[in-house]
């Protein structure tokens, strides 16, 4: 039986998305759910686990790193970078890395994009023509918001880093993020932030993440300039697509 492999991020578009994928193909296909987890999450992240595991009626197979301990300040380390041209070496491989060694030949993923990240699907199908994807937010036309909605809906208290008004429940300071960003985490999470500072003390240049647009110079977290606090609306709203997916795992 072919199986339809669900990567679960402890987020909310990932949570509707398995949701979403169980309906439409637990009678015909082994449907399984994964994650990999990651230290550097907030510790709040595994309750909303065990939760969406109650309302998924599903066990969620838990995957771990064990070389660099599942920690990507360990990776950032060992690696000497924090991000470069080809994105940030902790995705690589205390992700991706860790998941491809899951799968089996023939397996079917099955994605949370949005539908503000369709062109994140088209890249990647684009990059990657033998490997089979299902999208069913997408598909839906649901949104990040109508997914932290649902999710709301459902009963489920979503992930401290969306309650405080973050975009996604990532690691705690997440190098893809910009300045506005950064200057966040600094005043949420001193702790983290200064972590992250000592591992480009350490490293130096090499792991900056922000480069000035006049100079080009870049300079590290400590030097983050002074500017506005960017974080997401904390208050999901829902559209109407959100009835209509609902109606598909309520029946």
């Not at 309302?55 to 070389?67: F, H, N, Q, S």
């Not at 999710?151 to 008004?165: C, D, K, N």
């Not at 110079?217 to 009835?243: H, K, M, Q, T, W």
């Amino acid at each position: 039986m072919t199986r339809i492999v669900c990567q679960f991020s402890c987020g909310a578009a990932s949570a509707v998305a398995t949701k979403l994928a169980l309906a439409q193909y637990s009678g015909t296909h082994d449907v399984q759910i994964i994650n990999a987890f990651l230290k550097q999450e907030h510790k709040v992240n595994r309750r909303f686990l065990a939760d969406c595991e109650s309302w998924l009626a599903r066990p969620v197979t838990v995957l771990r790193d064990e070389k660099y301990g599942a920690s990507t300040v360990q990776v950032f380390r060992r690696e000497r970078f924090m991000k470069g041209p080809n994105g940030a070496p902790c995705s690589r491989l205390l992700k991706r890395k860790l998941l491809d060694a899951w799968k089996q030949p023939g397996d079917i993923m099955v994605f949370g994009y949005t539908a503000e990240e369709e062109d994140r699907l088209d890249d990647f199908r684009e990059r990657n023509p033998d490997r089979p994807v299902i999208a069913p937010l997408i598909d839906r036309g649901l949104s990040k918001s109508d997914c932290k909605a649902m999710v709301e809906r459902a009963g489920l208290v979503p992930p401290l880093m969306y309650r405080l008004g973050y975009d996604n429940a990532n690691c705690i300071g997440c190098v893809k993020g910009g300045e506005g960003y950064w200057r966040a985490i600094a005043q949420d999470f001193p702790e983290e932030f200064e972590e992250l500072c000592q591992v480009q003390d350490e490293i130096g240049e090499g792991a900056y993440l922000f480069r000035d647009r006049k100079t080009g110079i870049r300079y590290s977290l400590r030097d983050l300039p002074p500017g506005p606090v960017r974080r997401n609306e904390a208050l999901p709203s829902c559209s109407f697509f959100c009835d209509m997916a609902e109606q598909e795992y309520a029946a």
